[in-house]
């Protein structure tokens, strides 16, 4: 069993992997407006909306998440939060490729 401090460095591997991964998906125009941290940020609040909006809650295999209301959540969160205003048109594409890395 791996201990606390494994299972952190485990999951800043795995984000780290994501961050790269989302990199890569982004259109070139995009690849570069983001940092790291607000990667991080982003993704994070992507997670605290799937848990407040209830699709974990869920027994289906198939979840059907619609991409723009999350765009908008994550894009309010941002002017809530203090932090750089977020485009939901340019958040879209964080979030799918989100998606396609849960996928893998």
């Known amino acids: 069993m791996a201990s606390f401090e494994d299972e952190l460095l485990m999951d800043e591997q795995d984000t780290l992997r ?15 407006l983001y940092s790291d941290e607000q990667l991080r ?33 994550v894009c309010s969160q941002a ?5 750089p205003p977020l485009n939901p048109d340019e958040v879209y594409y964080v979030i799918e490729a989100d998606l396609d890395y849960q996928e893998l």
């Open 79 to 83: 002017a809530k939060e203090e932090q």
């Open 18 to 32: 994501e961050i790269a991964f989302i990199r890569k998906q982004l259109p070139a125009e995009l690849k570069q």
């Open 41 to 73: 940020w982003i993704l994070d609040t992507i997670v605290e909306y799937y848990v407040e909006s209830g699709i974990f809650d869920t027994n289906d295999e198939e979840v059907d998440i619609n991409i723009d209301l999350v765009a908008e959540h």
